[in-house]
């Protein structure tokens, strides 16, 4: 934006081109063309649902759960044990977690994540700003390198038509003639050469803004750029944190030590709320079977505690990584 905007300020013809465009108005149209920032603008947007998906492990978690079973039983124990039919299992199951403190790094992470994707999005920015701004002036600069070209080809054909008519008239030898005809040559060379520059420059620049034959305003004559604010080194040294590089290598940094909290939060207990309904249905078995399977509507609720006590060093090493 900072170099676009001050290029802007050069850019204003005083009589435009046909169809001539500022450079603002392109860097609008290459933002909604460009594909890396395009690329990374959708990144950062994809990234932006992150802290979600972590925050969601903080809320209940509940599932259906349901089977059909076909058994036989025959014991040796006695007859009325033997029985056969089809077993029936439908419930609901539902997980709260209380206390992980993985989770919570998560979402950090997930937060720090989001900041360096708009890091990225300013830095994409910031770099077609760069790269418009370039391909911009070197058309100009292919304009001008042309118009100064044709300019000299004109002169020359003027020295040569001279030279011509000084030979005519036996005030030069053919030698003079020949050496203007040369010089003419190579302008004309020039000129075709400075031609398709222009015409490279041109392509490299539909492409940036996805259009054809862009016509970039001229500048004007003389050029007046306002002073740089801040205008001293230290002043912009001193704002360097806010650069998008270096906020996305902080962010970096961040996120690498919330990697080793969460290794060792496996170290720490977990302690979940869990909470379940289900209803058994048997048919074809005997009495006895059946309340042995524990025929009926269940309900349990109840406090899951997991304290890791040994993981084969897992721990300690994914901490030293």
């Known amino acids: 934006h900072i170099l676009a905007a001050v290029a802007c300020g050069a850019l204003m013809a005083g009589v435009p081109a046909a169809q001539a465009e500022g450079l603002v108005e392109l860097y609008q149209a290459a933002k909604s063309y460009d594909a890396a920032y395009l690329a990374a603008k959708a990144q950062a947007e994809a990234t932006g649902y992150k802290p979600a998906q972590a ?119 053919i030698t003079d003639t020949r050496e203007a005809q040369a010089r003419h040559d190579l302008a004309s060379a ?7 520059d222009l015409r490279v420059k041109h392509i490299a620049l539909d492409q940036l803004v996805g259009r054809s034959n862009v016509q970039p305003n001229p500048l004007l004559t003389p050029v007046n750029l306002s002073q740089l604010s801040p205008g001293q080194v230290d002043d912009w040294v001193k704002q360097s944190e806010q650069a ?14 919330l990697e080793t909290s969460k290794a060792r939060d496996g170290h720490l207990p977990t302690l979940d709320l869990t909470a ?7 048919s074809g078995f005997n009495s006895t079977a059946q309340a042995a399977m524990g025929v009926g509507t269940n309900k349990a609720v109840g406090l899951e505690l997991n304290v890791p006590l040994f993981a084969g060093f897992a721990i300690q090493n994914r901490v030293k990584e």
């Open 55 to 173: 925050r969601s492990t903080w809320m209940p978690q509940v599932g259906l759960q349901g089977s059909i079973t076909r058994s036989e039983v025959d014991s040796s124990v006695s007859d009325m044990f033997d029985s056969s039919g089809t077993t029936r299992k439908v419930g609901v199951q539902a997980k709260q977690a209380l206390f992980n403190k993985s989770n919570w790094d998560t979402i950090s992470q997930a937060e720090q994540a989001v900041i360096a994707a708009e890091a990225d999005v300013k830095m994409a920015e910031d770099d077609l700003a760069v790269r418009l701004t370039q391909a911009y002036f070197d058309v100009l600069s292919a304009q001008d390198m042309l118009t100064t070209t044709q300019a000299n080809k004109k002169a020359l054909a003027e020295q040569l038509a001279a030279a011509k008519r000084s030979f005519e008239v036996g005030n030069a030898t």
């Open 276 to 282: 379940a309904i289900g209803r058994t249905s048997a």
């Open 190 to 196: 020039q000129e075709i050469a400075a031609t398709n």
């Open 244 to 257: 998008p590089i270096v906020r996305k290598a902080t962010v970096g940094l961040e996120v690498a030590k």
